[in-house]
């Protein structure tokens, strides 16, 4: 028996327009604030596929950055995106504004990045991508 349906994931973040501006690039999902008829707000950010909320952005004052992977501050979570080519992603992602963790467990499978509010995320090689 389902109890909820699953909807989204939210990243909190000390400025969602750049955690969005992002994201968005990676995924291609229009950007839009929580209630589209206040487009000046801020401090939730919300992508978009058909409509539907993939992933959100909420600014959390006095925000601490993940130190994945000494875990000092822990990650709580970290996303996976997959794509063809770990190379061709990873120049276009360095572009964008990630940063490639220090630690990389099987970099010719998976590669480990950390977005501009420090989030992990991994690009994983899948030919179905």
């Not at 875990?71 to 490639?100: S, Y």
Request: hydrophobic letters at 35%; aromatic letters at 12%.
């Amino acid at each position: 028996m389902t109890i909820a349906k699953y909807a989204y994931t939210c990243l909190d973040c000390p400025e969602p327009i750049i955690l969005a501006e992002f994201y968005s690039k990676i995924t291609g999902w229009e950007i839009q604030p929580f209630d589209a008829s206040k487009p000046e707000q801020v401090d939730w950010l919300e992508l978009l596929v058909d409509g539907k909320t993939k992933m959100a952005f909420q600014q959390i004052e006095n925000y601490k950055t993940p130190t994945w992977p000494e875990n000092e501050t822990p990650q709580q979570l970290h996303m996976d995106f997959h794509a063809l080519d770990l190379d061709q992603t990873e120049a276009k992602l360095l572009e964008i504004g990630a940063r490639k963790a220090s630690y990389q467990d099987s970099p010719d499978r998976f590669r480990a990045y950390l977005d501009p509010a420090g989030h992990p995320f991994c690009i994983v090689k899948n030919e179905n991508a």
